[in-house]
């Protein structure tokens, strides 16, 4: 035994490179790729402080949801310990802007059209995920030495999809960058890091701010009530477009200034004034962009031939292939809604049968195993409530009414064995799933779509995060303590009014080993439906597709027993304990987890995992009260003994 906690075995501290109001960043070595990183945890006085902790947690989730943009400091990872709470990011070996200020004065106004065009590229991308930064300023644009520009510190950032995290009126940022609506404690949206990034091209082509004072409280009211100065009075040179544009972005009506991001992006990035900005403060057309019309010459008409030729070319293959994948479409489209009716004429005819008085229970029987021999449907799967036709297979489905309209249907998985866990050779396979051992399952109802907002609220009678607008997306923010409490409430529920299949049944959360048999649905892949991660974006919202959010339950392909996302969007809590080692000492049948350990079982990929953590057999766990906005969970339904 070493003694090292999981944080302690995959990274190393080198040295500390900076502090803020409640964390210190390390520079680090992330031991099995041998690269830097920086790490940003807890100062030693808030350590086990729970306020902290969850800003910190927090922290790591804003950022988690704008992975891969080249102008955002990415988020590797992020561990909780018994002793701390660690964020691991990219390592920028560079500068901020405001060291590059402090050597340069001010920018030429080409270079800052250059830097705040990245800036705005980079939130613009932080917008469309639900988060505003709320404290852009030099000291958080980071230049690395080969002149790449990263956006850090969301330390502040909030969440506009999701609850408000602050206090009422709470001022957060800093007052010379601070938009008038921010220094006064209102509601914040994009608009307000426009703002900001006004001053901050203020600042970078003036060598000067727009506003300052001798408190925090003066500066932020000049931001409320007064005019900058023009840019033009202080720097003559300055484009008279660009003084336009920094003028435009610092109104004080939100409604006056660029409505998003990649507006004032684009304004930056305009072709013609690109090439206004790159002209000498000599150049008589300096300040006039008029002249600048007729100056840039056409192309070749050779080369602008060859180009619409290219152009028309690849038109006309992307519509011969639109067409070819019609006429596919329309072909399976007909063959499904044939089956559909053959299923419902045969369907129809057992349940003639079934009700008829003449009929013996032996005809009955007889009937049942004939249809589910015809359409592959389990014998065992007697609880039905009804038989569906969908995605080219029958199944047997229970759908339980909630109330106020909702429903929540459930698919029967069959009993059966399988292998659980990964082999040493499965690509991203973690050191907790083996060893592979065989297990054994009775049936039972699992939900066919992880648990939604609506349905929630509908079967617990509370309005979880108040009226949420997302109905249909999976419910989040639900500790493990939440979810078998919506449990033990939707068991009472239906056993008062539900249909007459599930008497003596009870609702629960599925078991780690009855989540990994249906996910897999009979496969021994990496995922359900093989092992190309090229394929995952057709089952799952996952790092490369979701857009940094959650989306509605169902949208993307199911497994072969009919369950949606289980790849991905939200992890899932599951009701065992973990083990690390628990696979050693499993139960070979119907396991039910460690019998004592603090952390619950999760599953499944979310919105914000890369394809290794999608995996069938990928683990993880977090304390029962632990919640945020990446896991939900959803309900199997069985026997009292099953219970």
Known sequence: MTGKNKFQEEYELLEKIGKGGMGVVHKARQISLNRLVAVKMLAPEFVGDEEFIHRLTREAHVIARMRNHENIVEVYDFIETDENFYIVMEYVEGESLSQVLKRKDRLSPAESAEILARIAHALHHAHKAGVIHRDIKPENILIDKRGRLKVMDFGLAHLFDTTHKTRTGAVLGTPHYMAPEQAQGKTVDARSDIYSMGVLLYRCVTGTLPFTGDSPIAIAMKHVNEAPPLPRSIVPS??????????????????????TAKEFAEFLEDPEFKVLLSRP????????????????????????????????????????????AEARRQREAEQEAENKRRFQIEYAKYQQIRQSAYASDEQKSEAWKTLCADWGIPVDASLSSDLIYENGKARPILAVDLGSGVTMELVYIPAGSF?????????????DED??????????????????????????????????????????????NDATGFCRKLTDKVGRASPPATVGRTFRLPTEAEWEY?????????????????????????????????????????NAWGLYDMHGNVEEWCGDRYGEKYYGESDRKNPQGPASGKYRVLRGGTGYFHPQHCRSAYRSRRLPSYENFLIGFRVVCVSRTQS
């Open 238 to 259: 300055i484009p008279e477009k660009l003084e336009k544009g920094i003028l435009k972005a610092l109104e004080k009506d939100p409604a006056n200034r660029f409505q």
């Open 281 to 324: 403060p000599g150049d008589p057309s300096f300040h006039s962009a008029p002249t600048l019309i007729g100056t840039i010459p056409p192309p070749a008409p050779s080369s602008l031939d060859k180009i619409l030729e290219k152009t028309e070319r690849q038109r006309q293959e992307t519509e011969r292939q639109r067409q070819e």
């Open 419 to 431: 292998r659980m866990g990964s082999r040493d050779s499965e690509q991203g396979r973690g050191n």
């Open 435 to 480: 060893p592979v051992h065989t297990v054994k399952l009775d049936g039972f109802w699992m939900g066919k779509y992880e648990v939604t907002f609506e349905q929630y609220k509908a079967a617990t009678g509370s309005s979880h995060l108040g009226d949420h607008h997302f109905r249909t997306e999976p419910v989040v923010l639900v500790s493990w």
């Open 518 to 558: 249906a996910c897999r649905a009979g496969s021994k892949t990496r995922f359900c439906f093989g092992n190309s991660e090229g394929e995952l974006g057709d089952y799952a919202w996952y790092e490369a597709n979701s857009g940094n959010k959650t989306h509605p339950v169902g949208e993307k392909k199911p």
